[in-house]
């Protein structure tokens, strides 16, 4: 296993675990940090014997954002012709397998951007999400102003972007931005358990639905359906989908080939 000097890596059956370790700097989104988290989620994304991902940071923050000490200086034309925030922070988003978020402590700015960018987000009972880029003067430049508001509507994002406070898990899951909210001891088993019942699916039927439900966020009503009718009729190409329908009607358990 490769080895990294801002992100820790592990593997548990077929879960992927990524860790976010700079711990100093509470996991602050450093160029050095995402571009290890790119080549990281490649790999992972490239190991048939992985089905599922789980990214989280430390039991004090996930990430408090993206480094402002590293962005400070930058003018306008360093991050318009570096494409700042985009190489490698958009890999959490276009990875095709599925990808949990473990967050406790803070995620905040960036933490929470990329928290969002997961499929799903499983919070520890400490957790603080929030996007306090205004209080730099500046703008969630990581897809908060987009996501934010499809997870948990205007009001409460507009709330959180316009006055920069923190919200914590039990606010964060009322609202929708969570999905669970457990014990901090329990966060990791309860992420890595989650991991391993997807991983333990067929992995190509996992693949499409994660991209049927993604694409409810880019399109109509209409063509959203459209597109999961088509899907669901591909996936009688699969190996595992007559696997999986034989085995319910034989009374046993299905073996995938991920096929
Ligand atoms: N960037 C760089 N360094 C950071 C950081 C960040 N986002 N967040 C924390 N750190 C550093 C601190 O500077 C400090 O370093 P030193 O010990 O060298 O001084 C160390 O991490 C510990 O932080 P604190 O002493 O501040 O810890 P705290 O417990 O008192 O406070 C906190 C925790 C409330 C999270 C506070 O650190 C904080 O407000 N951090 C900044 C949060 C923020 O504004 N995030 C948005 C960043 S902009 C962004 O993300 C843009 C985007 O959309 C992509």
Known sequence: MASYDNIQTETKDRVGIIRLNRPKALNALCAD???????????????PAIGCVVLTGSDKAFAAGADIKEM?????????????ITVGWEKVSQIRKPIVAAVAGYALGGGCEMAMMCDFIIAADNAKFGQPEITLGTIPGAGGTQRLPRFVGKSKAM????????????????????????????????AVTAAEKIAGMSLPATMVAKEAVNRAFETTLAEGVRFERRTFHATFAFEDRAEGMSAFADKRKARWKHR
């Open 33 to 47: 940090l995402i571009r290890e988290l790119g080549m990281a989620l490649d790999a992972f994304e490239g190991d």
């Open 72 to 84: 400070k200086e930058k003018s306008y034309q360093d991050v318009f012709l570096q494409d700042f």
């Open 159 to 190: 709330d959180l972007i316009l006055t920069g406070r923190m919200m914590d898990a039990a606010e964060a899951e009322r609202c929708g931005l969570v999905s669970r909210v457990v014990p901090l001891a329990q966060l990791m088993d309860e």
